[in-house]
Nanobody
Framework: VQLVESGGGLVQAGGSLRLSCVAS????????MAWYRQTPGKERELVGH???????VIADSVKGRFTMSRVASKSTWYLQMNNLKPEDTAVYYC????????WGQGTQVTVAS
């Protein structure tokens, strides 16, 4: 499975971004998809995850502002981020979980105060 993220960028505090994660390869082997984020010097932090057709489970740190969704026909998962804060600045990664676990290359999100 190969994953490609997109949608990152620079946004003002309070703004919104939608990240996309497009999967290719043996997409049928994907059991779940997760989003992580990482800032320099820190470990990757789980932002949320969802199984196919399941309800997203969002980390407490971003609950109420972030949500996940999926368009199965496009093999695409989304992370909708609203009311962004400077502390949300990070590189965001998607990770597929299944017969083969894969990471995307990451997309930078920068939130200016």
């Amino acid at each position: 499975v190969q994953l490609v993220e997109s949608g990152g960028g620079l946004v003002q505090a309070g703004g919104s971004l939608r990240l996309s994660c497009v999967a290719s390869g043996r997409v049928g082997n994907i059991h779940a998809m997760a989003w992580y984020r990482q800032t320099p010097g820190k470990e990757r932090e789980l932002v949320g995850h969802m199984t196919g057709g399941g309800t997203p489970v969002i980390a407490d740190s971003v609950k109420g502002r972030f949500t996940m969704s999926r368009v199965a026909s496009k093999s695409t998962w989304y992370l909708q981020m609203n009311n962004l804060k400077p502390e949300d600045t990070a590189v965001y990664y998607c990770r597929s979980i299944g017969a083969q676990n894969s990471w995307g290359q990451g997309t930078q999100v920068t939130v200016a105060s």
